[in-house]
């Protein structure tokens, strides 16, 4: 892993996933999960708080990249 992947990329990655439109998504899909969800991709945990907590049983997180299961665990 080169030093833009393990910095820029995740850095930049999570910004755009910050943006108000992505969040307006989020806002609206993330919450109808129910049961057991597998989350692919899943980048710095911004659909974390858009998740029920009363309708998911259980959360799988799944990200190759360092930098971001980085980010992710932050939150």
């Known amino acids: 892993m080169n030093l833009y992947q ?4 995740p850095a930049l ?3 755009a ?4 439109p992505m969040r307006k998504q ?3 899909i993330v919450p109808r999960a129910h049961g057991v969800v597998l989350e ?3 980048g710095a945990g ?3 708080p858009y998740y029920a907590a009363d ?3 259980k959360l799988f997180a799944l990200e190759p990249a360092e930098g ?7 939150r």
């Open 13 to 15: 990655v999570s910004f």
């Open 17 to 20: 996933c910050g943006l108000k």
């Open 55 to 57: 309708k998911v049983e």
């Open 6 to 9: 393990r910095t820029l990329e």
């Open 46 to 48: 911004h659909n974390l």
């Open 40 to 42: 692919v991709g899943f």
């Open 26 to 28: 989020r806002e609206k």
């Open 68 to 74: 971001m299961r980085k980010r992710a665990a932050a």
